[in-house]
């Protein structure tokens, strides 16, 4: 996920984002808040680890901002058990 920036900006606002971990019902399992700064980037490896969620067979992730007034957007990869990458951009709801 990034706090994107705009071109010859070089100050900006911080962005809160809460990240939900739901199963294939829409229940949720397990949610964080992570603050990124102005043009910074965070990469969570495990996501539904880092919500404390051990395994997820199926189910969806949703980012969702919840303060500052930066903007941001994100792509989620995806390593399947058969070696295979799937590579998603962000969208809206």
């Not at 980037?41 to 189910?59: I, K, N």
């Amino acid at each position: 996920m990034a706090n994107i920036g705009e071109v010859n900006v070089f100050d900006g606002n911080a962005v809160t984002l809460r990240i939900d971990v739901l199963d294939a019902a829409g229940v949720a399992l397990g949610s964080r808040e992570v603050s990124i700064e102005y043009r910074q980037t965070v990469m969570l490896y495990d996501v539904a680890r880092s919500v404390g969620v051990a395994t997820l067979t199926d189910g969806q992730i949703i980012v969702t901002k919840v303060g500052g007034s930066g903007r941001f957007w994100g792509v989620m990869p995806t390593v399947r058990n058969d070696g295979g990458l799937t590579i998603s951009s962000g969208s809206l709801p």
